[in-house]
């Protein structure tokens, strides 16, 4: 999706979104309608959104290999004193 295009997306949902607060507004005398405008946005980022392109074109992605963990093995997590620097 161009920038043109995603520019008029997010004009509308503010509109749009400001549209339902102001209608919220005028039949409860509530302002909470006026949350319509980040609800609109967030499901708009959830279509439009494109994940790649926050990725580097420069670097290689592996896919993740099975096995793979955040914590290590006990045999190889060092004593806290070892993780120490001095």
Not at 1 to 13: A, E, H, S, Y
Not at 22 to 31: D, F, N, V
Not at 34 to 62: G, K, N
């Amino acid at each position: 999706m161009n920038l043109r295009r995603r520019i008029t997306l997010l004009l509308l949902c503010l509109l749009a979104g400001a549209a339902i607060g102001a209608a919220g507004q005028w039949l409860t005398g509530s302002a909470w309608g006026y949350l319509a405008i980040p609800a609109l946005m967030a499901a708009a980022w959830l279509v439009v959104a494109d994940p790649e392109r926050c990725l580097r074109s420069d670097v290689p992605v592996a896919p993740p290999r099975s096995g793979d963990h955040d914590i290590a093995a006990p045999s190889e997590a060092q004593p806290p004193s070892a993780q120490i620097r001095h």
